[in-house]
C-alpha cells in the first residue's frame, strides 16, 4: 500500500498543473478570504442631490437653530457620498452603475420639515426624500436601498429626539415658568408652580366665608395636579421616543463568529474539490490504465487499494486544509492551541470526502467520468448544505436535512467551524466517521465488479 | 500444484504427460456471465517450456480462460493448479502507469510483487527485454512495442514458472512483432518458463506454437500442434487458417 501510496504522490508530482491548482488555489482563496474579513465591508456610493438653498438648511427647534446638514451627513455615515447638483444627475450616475444608488432632498424639505416641528403648525405634510436604486442588480439595489432606509429612519430618530428635547423645554417652562423666545420676542411665562402658590396667596387674603375660596381652592387643585403629574413628562416624552427598545440574548449553543463561518466553507468546500476529485480520480486512473486488474490479482487486496486512495486524499487534504488555516491565521486572530482540533477536523473530513470521492471512482469508468460525477454530485450537495435551518419549511427541509447528513459537507462545515471556535467537536467528529465507513463499504463492494481489466 | 489432472489429457502425448509435471493445469473450469456459459469444463495441462496458443473466433473465451489461469476472476466450477502469485500476467493492453518511468514502473511491480531483490529483477527484467536504454525514459514516451515490451517485462518480474499474455501482438507492426517473439522464444529456451498466449492470429500460432488449444463457444474443441490440426481436416487445406476454418465448420461453429 506504501508504495502504491509513492506511486500516486509521483504521479501527482509529474502533473503541475493539477498540483499547482490542489497547492495554490487555496492558498489564493485563504489570501481573499483573509484580505475580505481584515479590510471590512467597503462602503457603497451613493449620490446625494440635496437641492436645498444653503440659505434655507436650518429649521428653529424650540428656539435653537438646528442645520439638517448635520444630520445629512449622520446619513450618509454608512455610505460614500457623492455629491451632484440635480435628480437628473444622480439618475444618470445610477443608470450608469457609476454609483449603487441615490438619495434626492427636495428645495422644500426644510420648510415642510419646520412647519412639521413648529408648535404651532399640526398637520403640516412631512418632507419626503426620494430614493433611486438601480434593480438591474437586485442584490445591490436591494442593499443599497435597505442601507437609506435604515439610516433615514436614524436620521428621523435623532430628529424626533431634538423636538422631544424641545419640547420638554417647553413643559418645564411650564411647569417651573421662565422666558422663552418666539418669533424674536422674549415671553415670561408664569409657571404651573408658581401660580398654586400666587393662588394659595390670593385664597389667604379672602374672608373665611367668601364664596371665591371654593373656586379658587378647584383652580389650585387643577394646578397642584398638573405640577404633579407634569413632573413624568421627561420620562414620558423619552419613552414615546423609543417606545420599544431591544435586548439581544444570545444562546451559548456555539461560539462561531461570522469570521469562523467563512472560514469554515472555504476550508470545507477546498477540502471538498481536493478529496473528492483526487481520490475519484486516482482510483478511476488505476483502471484507465488497466492496472487495477493486475494490482488486485494477488498483489494488493481491493480493500487494500481503497485504503490506499483514502490516505492519499487525507494527505493531500490534510495539507491543503493546514495551509488555508495557517493562511487564514496570518490575517485573523485564530488560535493556534486548537491546532489539534484542526487537525482532527481535516483529516476526518478528508477521509470521508475521500470515501465518496472513492466511491465514485469505483463507479466511473475513467478519469474524465470520474471527475464530471465528482463535480455534479458535489456543488449541489454543498449548496443545500448551505441552505439555513428554518430558510425552508416541511418536506424539502426534511430531504435537505436527509440529503446534508448523508454527504460530508455539512459536517465537515460544523467540524472545522467547531474546531476553529473551540467548539464540542465530537458529534460532527463520529458523523464523519460514520460517513467514512459507509462510504468505504459500498465503494468496496462496487469494486467488486472490477477483477479483469 | 493439482495433484491429479485427470489419465488423459487431449493433445498431450502420454510420453510426455508421463515424465514432465505440467507448469499449469486446468480441470473442469467453467465460468458462466448470468444465463451465458462463457466456459464449459475446460480442462488441460501445459509442460515446462511449452508455448501454447489459445485461438478461437471471437467470443471463444479465450480471455476468460486466461484471467481465469491469471486470477483475475474467479471460476464459477472446476480448479487451477497454480495460484495467481506464481503466474506471470500480461494484459493485452498496456497495464502500467503512463507517467511513470520504466524503470519506476518495473520497480513499483517489483516491490508489490514482493520478489526478494526488487532492483536486481528490475536490473534483470531490463536485460531481458532490451530496455537498458530507455529505462529511465516516461512511458508516455515509448512506443507501443516498447510499451508492450516494459507490460510484458512488469509480468516477469517475479521470474514466474507460467506467463500468460493476452493477444500480445495484436497492437504491434510486422517488426515489432518479429521481436517480440524473439524474446518469448527466448523465455521458454531452457524450459523453465512455459508461455500460453491468446490470439487472432492464427498463422502467428502456428509458427511459434508447440501446442494450440481451439475454444469455441467456451468449449475446448481440441489440443495438439498445428500439425495436428492440420490433419484433424485431412491436411489438405493449403494453410493453417483454411484448416482451422474448416476445423471449426466440422465442429459445428
Known amino acids: 500500500m506504501r508504495h502504491l501510496l509513492v506511486k500516486d504522490l509521483r504521479i501527482l508530482r509529474r502533473s503541475p498543473l493539477l498540483v499547482g491548482l490542489l497547492v495554490v488555489y487555496p492558498l489564493i482563496v485563504a489570501l481573499l478570504i483573509g484580505f475580505a474579513l481584515t479590510r471590512g465591508p467597503e462602503k457603497p456610493r451613493v449620490a446625494l442631490a440635496n437641492e436645498v438653498p444653503e440659505t434655507a438648511s436650518t429649521i428653529n427647534l424650540g428656539g435653537e437653530e438646528i442645520d439638517i446638514g448635520d444630520y445629512a451627513q449622520r446619513l450618509f455615515a454608512a455610505v460614500e457620498p457623492v455629491e451632484v447638483d440635480s435628480r437628473e444627475e444622480a439618475v444618470e450616475l445610477v443608470e450608469s452603475g457609476d454609483v449603487l444608488g441615490a438619495l434626492v432632498i427636495p428645495q422644500d424639505a426644510t420648510r415642510r420639515l419646520q412647519e412639521v416641528v413648529n408648535l404651532g403648525s399640526v398637520g403640516g405634510e412631512p418632507p419626503q426624500v426620494e430614493v433611486i436604486v438601480n434593480t438591474q442588480g437586485p442584490l445591490q439595489g436591494s442593499l443599497v436601498d435597505s442601507l437609506i432606509q435604515t439610516q433615514l429612519l436614524q436620521a428621523n430618530a435623532a430628529l424626533s429626539e431634538r423636538a422631544t428635547q424641545a419640547a420638554a423645554q417647553y413643559l418645564d417652562i411650564l411647569l417651573s415658568g421662565g422666558s422663552f423666545s418666539l418669533l424674536g420676542q422674549s415671553i415670561d411665562i408664569l409657571g404651573l408652580q408658581r401660580s398654586v402658590e400666587v393662588l394659595e396667596g390670593v385664597k389667604q387674603r379672602l374672608p373665611e366665608d367668601d364664596p371665591q375660596r371654593e373656586a379658587i381652592q378647584e383652580v389650585q387643585t387643577f394646578a397642584q395636579l398638573a405640577v404633579d403629574n407634569l413632573d413624568f413628562s421627561d420620562e414620558i416624552l423619552s419613552t414615546i421616543n423609543s417606545p420599544v427598545q431591544v435586548e439581544t440574548t444570545r444562546l451559548e449553543a456555539g461560539s462561531a463568529t461570522l469570521d469562523d463561518f467563512t472560514i469554515a466553507v472555504a476550508v470545507s468546500v477546498s477540502l471538498m474539490f481536493v478529496c473528492l476529485l483526487l481520490a475519484a480520480g486516482m482510483l478511476a486512473l488505476e483502471r484507465e490504465e488497466n492496472a487495477f486488474g493486475r494490482l488486485v490479482r494477488g498483489l494488493v487486496s481491493r480493500l487494500g487499494v481503497v485504503v490506499e486512495k483514502l490516505g492519499l486524499a487525507a494527505l493531500c487534504g490534510g495539507t491543503v486544509g493546514g495551509i488555508m488555516l495557517v493562511g487564514l491565521a496570518v490575517f485573523l486572530d485564530l488560535d493556534f492551541a486548537r491546532a489539534p482540533a484542526w487537525l482532527a477536523a481535516l483529516a476526518l473530513a478528508s477521509l470521508a470526502f475521500g470515501a465518496l470521492g472513492v466511491l465514485v471512482g469505483a463507479l466511473a469508468r475513467d478519469v474524465r467520468a470520474a471527475s464530471l460525477l465528482a463535480f455534479l454530485l458535489s456543488l449541489p450537495l454543498a449548496f443545500l448544505a448551505l441552505v439555513p435551518p428554518g430558510a425552508v419549511t416541511g418536506v424539502l427541509s426534511t430531504v435537505i436535512e436527509v440529503v446534508s447528513a448523508v454527504f460530508p459537507f455539512a459536517p465537515t462545515l460544523e467540524a472545522v467551524q467547531a474546531a476553529i471556535a473551540g467548539d464540542a467537536l465530537l458529534a460532527p467528529l463520529l458523523h464523519l466517521a460514520v460517513l467514512l465507513v459507509a462510504f468505504t463499504a459500498l465503494a468496496r463492494i462496487a469494486l467488486a465488479r472490477f477483477g479483469a481489466t | ?253
Open chain 2, 1 to 253: 500444484m493439482l495433484p491429479d489432472i485427470g489419465p488423459t489429457i487431449p493433445g498431450v502425448t502420454a510420453s510426455a504427460s508421463a515424465t514432465q509435471a505440467p507448469s499449469i493445469a486446468a480441470r473442469a473450469v467453467s465460468r458462466r456471465f448470468g444465463d451465458r456459459q462463457a466456459l464449459r469444463e475446460v480442462s488441460f495441462e501445459a509442460l515446462p517450456g511449452e508455448l501454447v496458443a489459445i485461438i478461437g473466433p471471437n467470443g471463444a473465451g479465450k480471455t476468460t480462460l486466461l484471467s481465469i489461469l491469471g486470477g483475475l476472476q474467479k471460476p464459477s466450477g472446476g480448479e487451477v493448479s497454480r495460484p495467481p502469485r506464481e503466474v506471470g500476467w500480461v494484459p493485452q493492453q498496456t497495464a502500467i502507469y503512463a507517467k511513470l518511468t520504466v524503470r519506476e514502473n518495473l520497480k513499483l511491480f517489483a516491490r508489490l510483487e514482493k520478489v526478494d531483490d526488487p532492483a536486481g529483477a528490475v536490473e534483470r527484467a531490463l536485460e531481458l527485454t532490451g530496455l537498458h536504454g530507455r529505462a529511465d525514459d516516461v512511458l508516455s514516451e515509448l512506443s507501443g512495442g516498447n510499451r508492450q515490451r516494459v507490460n510484458i517485462a512488469v509480468g516477469l518480474l517475479a521470474d514466474p514458472p507460467v506467463l500468460l499474455l493476452d493477444e500480445p501482438s495484436s497492437a504491434l507492426d510486422p517488426r515489432q512483432r518479429e521481436r517480440l517473439w524473439a524474446f518469448i522464444t527466448g523465455l521458454v529456451e531452457g524450459g523453465r518458463t512455459t508461455v500460453l498466449w491468446s490470439t487472432h492470429d492464427v498463422g502467428e500460432a502456428e509458427r511459434h506454437a508447440d501446442r494450440v488449444l481451439v475454444l469455441a463457444d467456451g468449449e475446448l474443441l481440441f489440443t495438439g500442434s498445428p500439425a495436428a490440426l492440420h490433419a484433424e481436416v485431412g491436411g489438405v487445406q493449403r494453410d493453417f487458417e483454411a484448416a482451422f476454418v474448416r476445423f471449426l465448420h466440422k465442429r459445428g461453429h
